[in-house]
């Protein structure tokens, strides 16, 4: 059974950085795309950045040059490291993993909130 952990999330300032992790059971994080995704309160969870198997990376607009996304094959977890946070990074962060052939596995997300 495939399952993913998110943790890292809390209370920061803007301009502060936040690391999330998202540790993986039942699957290869190195086999397949992970991906994270957030919601803002009140608003549909959108898409937030990826890594496939190769390696590459992927972002939104809203993200990019602010956020990475890497992975440590030896603990079969996926990173999102966070700089530079603003007010409306404040979302729950979700992971999820997809596996063409049997489908999508979500993490039950964690709370990031930038507040000062």
């Known amino acids: 059974q495939v399952q993913l952990v998110e943790s890292g999330g809390g209370l920061v300032q803007p301009g502060e950085s936040l690391r999330l992790s998202c540790v993986v059971s039942g699957s290869v994080v190195d086999e397949y795309t992970v991906a994270w995704s957030r919601r803002r309160p009140g608003k549909e969870r959108v898409y937030v950045g990826r890594i496939d198997s190769g390696g590459i990376t992927d972002y939104s607009e809203a993200v990019k040059g602010r956020f990475a996304i890497f992975r440590d094959n030896g603990k079969n977890t996926v990173y999102l490291q966070m700089n530079s946070l603003k007010p409306e990074d404040t979302a729950i962060y979700y992971c999820?993993?997809?596996?063409?052939?049997?489908?999508?596995?979500w993490g039950q997300g964690t709370q990031v909130t930038v507040s000062s």
């Open positions: 999820y993993l997809l596996d063409p052939e049997k489908g999508t596995y």
